[in-house]
């Protein structure tokens, strides 16, 4: 069981765009133990929303609804969660209509499923 640890998003993102993660292989499981954004827009705060869950069900918010982000601020949410590929489940960062570039960085673990 080959466990590894991975940057499983990173990137940026300006005003009204939004990224999801590429579902974990099936078989495999991705733990989420770190999500950093950080608004660097000079004088706009960015507003964020952070879901995760099945590509072909409900997704559930991981971050605080509609956050703002102020200019230059950084968010950081440690708190863990599971991506499993047998279920084709994605991490989706969506940005509001005003504010960014947003810089993300999601870092975790994947494993065999079994």
Do not use: C, W
Request: hydrophobic share 40%.
């Amino acid at each position: 069981m080959a466990v590894v640890l991975k940057q499983i998003m990173i990137g940026s993102l300006n005003a009204s765009g939004n990224i999801s993660s590429t579902a974990p292989v099936t078989g495999k499981v991705q733990m989420i133990k770190n999500i950093r954004l950080v608004n660097k827009h000079a004088s706009v705060a960015a507003t964020i929303n952070v879901v995760a869950g099945p590509s072909a069900g409900t997704l559930r918010l991981v971050s605080p609804q509609n956050m703002s982000l102020g200019p230059g601020q950084m968010y950081q949410d440690d708190g863990e969660f599971i991506l499993n590929g047998a279920t084709t489940d994605i991490l989706n960062i969506a940005i509001g209509s005003t504010g960014g570039p947003v810089e993300y960085l999601v870092s975790g673990i994947e494993r065999d499923q079994s």
